[in-house]
């Protein structure tokens, strides 16, 4: 199952995404990362951030909520004590970034640039839980950020995007100055209201939301994506077993992402894994590449 791509050797398309496993804390032991392509570490900020008032999270049958607003220990903590613990890991090490700041988001990059084991670096332009997080949709910020973080360092940039309205130009800005694989999607926004209290569930009254509900939203835009640029993307949102991974592979998908499946079952990364390399093996393929955008060619 095993592929190269950007000079990168990787076991399978299966990432783990930024967020719902943190920085290993519990699911040290449980998650075996080493049987995944890549794992993605919670995004980081120049400085620790206590995140919103609680609650951070809601998990129900088929939404995941979270208003976690970007906790984090800050970049420091992140190289002298997590990267160290996980930086001898055999599968593909990918940071992601967060800023307040245009200039935040460079600087952050420079210092993680460094780390010898992080193979990519992941902008996350689209942040739902903080005031002024949508930077992906300001191609000013994208433009100068992506010069920027490109003249630093050559390892190769994913640009993660939110899933609404029209990001086709946003990704068309990305693309244009540099970003290797974009990654589709971040959390949209919505809203829960606690029906007891008749207020908002969240302190910050608008939430992210994943889950199984958001596949079919987030799916349409790595099919639209693909069709217009034919770029590298990570399907991430709602993937719960090797069939929604084979959804989103034919879509367009390089690969595909895991994140708030493990609230249900810590296993299902390494069962995808597995049931994708059943699915290859019974089809008579060697890797996941030539099935890559098969149900968007122009085929009716
Ligand atoms: O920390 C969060 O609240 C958060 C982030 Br940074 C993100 O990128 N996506 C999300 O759903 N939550």
């Avoid at 994208?142 to 940039?157: F, G």
């Avoid at 099919?223 to 084979?246: N, V």
């Avoid at 493990?262 to 030539?290: C, M, S, T």
Wanted: proline letters at 5%; one cysteine or more; charged letters at 25%.
């Amino acid at each position: 199952m095993k592929f190269r791509f950007l000079d990168i050797e990787f076991k399978n398309p299966v990432i783990l995404a930024s967020g719902p496993w943190w920085f290993g804390e519990e699911y040290e032991g449980k998650i075996n990362f080493e049987k995944l392509g890549a794992i993605t570490f919670k995004s980081l900020t120049k400085e620790e951030r206590v995140g919103n008032p609680t609650p951070y999270i809601l998990v129900e049958d088929y939404v995941v909520y979270n208003s976690v607003g970007l906790k984090n220990p800050g970049i420091n903590k992140f190289i002298s004590d997590i990267y160290e613990k996980f930086k001898n890991l055999d599968t593909v090490l990918i940071v992601s970034i967060a800023g307040h700041s245009e200039d935040e988001f460079i600087e952050n990059f420079e210092k993680l640039s460094k780390l010898e084991k992080v193979s990519l670096l992941e902008l996350n332009l689209s942040c739902p839980n903080v005031s002024g997080g949508l930077f992906c949709f300001n191609k000013q910020s994208i433009k100068y950020i992506l010069e920027n973080v490109k003249a630093i360092s050559k390892k190769p940039i994913i640009v993660k995007f939110s899933p609404e309205g029209e990001i086709l130009p946003y990704i068309e800005t990305s693309l244009n100055y540099g970003a290797d694989i974009i990654n589709l999607a971040n959390s949209p926004i919505g809203l829960k209201i606690d029906i007891e209290n008749k207020k908002p569930f969240f302190y910050r009254i608008f939430c992210g939301y994943s889950g199984k509900a958001v596949k079919p939203l987030i799916l349409k835009k790595v099919y639209e994506t693909y069709k217009a640029f034919k770029c590298p993307i990570i399907g991430l949102g709602g993937i719960f077993s090797y069939q929604d991974a084979l959804e989103y592979i034919f879509s367009g998908a390089l690969f595909v992402s895991v994140g708030s499946a493990i609230y249900y079952d810590y296993k299902i990364p390494e069962r995808i894994v597995a049931d994708l390399q059943n699915y290859l093996k019974e089809n008579g393929l060697k890797n996941h590449l030539e099935l890559v955008g098969i149900a968007s060619k122009d085929s009716f």
